[in-house]
């Protein structure tokens, strides 16, 4: 849910190249003339304002073509795979042979082909400039991958002390707030290295949406709506701040009983956990992961009904016409055994793929107008929009959905295609590009890409997040790529 989730990938070595001067222990960078938008762009990156790090990297290439550290630096921050790669090859290509940035290039490019560790080297090289308060983020990511995290903590603690660095600090709080129970002493000790951060740059959002998330994990919700507010007040181009303070918002509602959310009829958590894993990867067409996920479900609990029949429906779309009939009779027989609701859905569900009817769409409205919180409903209301009432509705409901729970981005799917539909190609574009950077690691966003560069006949690119997508395993995709390279081929005969 949080931002550290998205930037645990891309916060240790967006941070390591701030230097531009060839200072007294620090490492020297490559950026010719683009030396103050580089450091203006490593300045926002390591305060998580990716948007406006980016934007700082694309002057230093405009200003300098050769800049290799805003190459190298955009692609740390940059969560699109496609464009990823194609900046970190970038990098390489203009990077000095013996330059110890240009190592740091070779890294990148290796681990983004699948080889070798991306932070190998970085200790050495904060070793040799001890005075580089980013290359310490980097040792440190480096000790952490070893398993050595007591003594990437002290390394960071060391360095944060010396250097006065506080986004050295923050880095060392998340090292005691990642993946530890928030009522563990051990997670408390996060606190006062967020408050130093906060004493050293009072005027950081990120720093106060540190705190915000420190509490948020705590339960105490109130303490965290109000600081990632108070991070949205110090600056409003800070996109994490109202972000995180409607899921903050979002997810106190729902920890109290008078939430409106539609509860299934199983009594095992792990199920639904598997369920709702399995609708959320239905939602982004990973129909076989989707269908694992809802027979993990039934695993957990074999009387649970309605994970029979989104089994049948995903089987639907993976085109099992064989497991379709069993896993109906089965949800429809147990659904005498559950709650009034989730016999509807299943009942619904049953009769569209037996007798062609639309009925679950309807039903889907009427109980997401009952359950007014229910993320899920409330996605079935604007995929069914998108052909019987147009562009428009699904418009406004996406939007709704978004305000209410900014975690559910398959809704930024459903809008980038209609604006498709209204021939708006310019807010499709940004509406999936979001998507991308928010599930970088789900395949369609990258296929719903290729077909805005379809639409905007740009038939390479096209290609190039088609193939992503074939990559990331979406099946979909395959005959896209396939078709575009055969048209590219003729072409360039």
């Known amino acids: 849910m949080k931002k550290y989730n998205l930037m645990l990938s891309v916060f240790f070595t967006a941070m390591l190249f701030i230097g531009c001067n060839n200072s007294d222990g620090e490492m020297s960078r490559q950026v010719g003339d683009a030396s103050k938008e580089a450091a203006a762009g490593l300045d926002a990156a390591h ?229 709702d894993m399995g609708r959320w990867q239905l939602y982004n067409l990973e129909w076989e992961n989707a269908y694992k996920s809802f027979s993990n479900a039934i695993e957990q609990d074999p009387n649970f009904a309605l994970a029979y029949a989104m089994r049948a429906r995903t089987s639907g779309f993976l085109g099992n016409q064989g497991d379709i009939e069993d896993d109906l009779d089965i949800a429809v027989s147990m659904s005498l055994n559950a709650s009034e609701d989730e016999a509807a859905m299943i009942n619904a569900v049953a009769n569209d793929m037996k007798s062609g009817t639309n009925s679950f769409n309807a039903l889907s409205e009427a109980l997401s107008d009952k359950y007014s919180d229910d993320s899920f409903l409330a996605f079935e209301t604007v995929f069914a929009t998108i052909s019987d009432r147009g562009a428009d509705v699904v418009l406004d409901r996406a939007k709704a959905l978004y305000l209410m729970n900014p975690n559910f981005t398959p809704v930024l799917n459903m809008m980038g295609y209609a604006y498709m539909e209204k021939g708006d190609l310019d807010n499709a574009g940004k509406k999936f590009q979001e998507q991308i950077r928010r599930a970088s690691g789900s395949a369609n966003p990258y296929d719903s890409m290729g077909d805005y560069y379809l639409a905007m006949k740009n038939d390479s690119d096209a290609l190039r997040y088609f193939e992503q997508s074939v990559k990331m395993g979406l099946k979909a995709s395959i005959a896209k790529a396939d078709s575009l390279k055969n048209e590219l081929e003729k072409e360039d005969k």
């Open 47 to 275: 305060h998580v304002m990716f948007d406006l790090a980016r934007a700082e990297f694309d002057k230093g290439i405009d200003k300098d073509p050769n800049c290799v550290t805003c190459y190298l630096n955009k692609a740390h921050v940059e969560q699109d795979r496609v464009l990823k790669r194609e900046l970190l090859e970038t990098a390489l290509e203009l990077s000095k042979p013996g330059h110890p940035e240009t190592m740091l290039a070779q890294a990148a490019v290796n681990w983004i082909n699948g080889e070798g560790d991306r932070f190998a080297g970085y200790s050495d090289l904060y070793k040799k400039y001890p005075n580089d308060r980013f290359l310490a983020a980097g040792a440190y990511r480096s000790l952490q991958r070893e398993d050595k995290v007591e003594e990437a903590r002290e390394m960071l603690l060391e360095a944060a002390e010396r250097l006065n660095a506080g986004h050295l600090y923050n880095l060392l709080a998340y090292s005691y707030m990642w993946n530890i129970d928030p009522k563990s002493e051990e997670y408390d000790m996060a606190l006062p290295y967020i408050e130093k951060y906060i004493e050293l740059d009072p005027k950081q959002a990120n720093a106060l949406d540190s705190l915000g998330e420190f509490y948020l994990n705590k339960g105490d919700y109130d303490l965290s709506i109000r600081y990632y507010m108070e991070a949205t007040a110090i600056d409003p181009t800070f996109s994490w701040g109202p972000r995180n303070t409607a899921l903050a918002q979002y997810q106190a509602k729902l920890s109290h009983d008078e939430a409106k959310i539609m509860r299934t009829s199983t009594e095992n958590e792990d199920a639904n956990n598997a369920f």
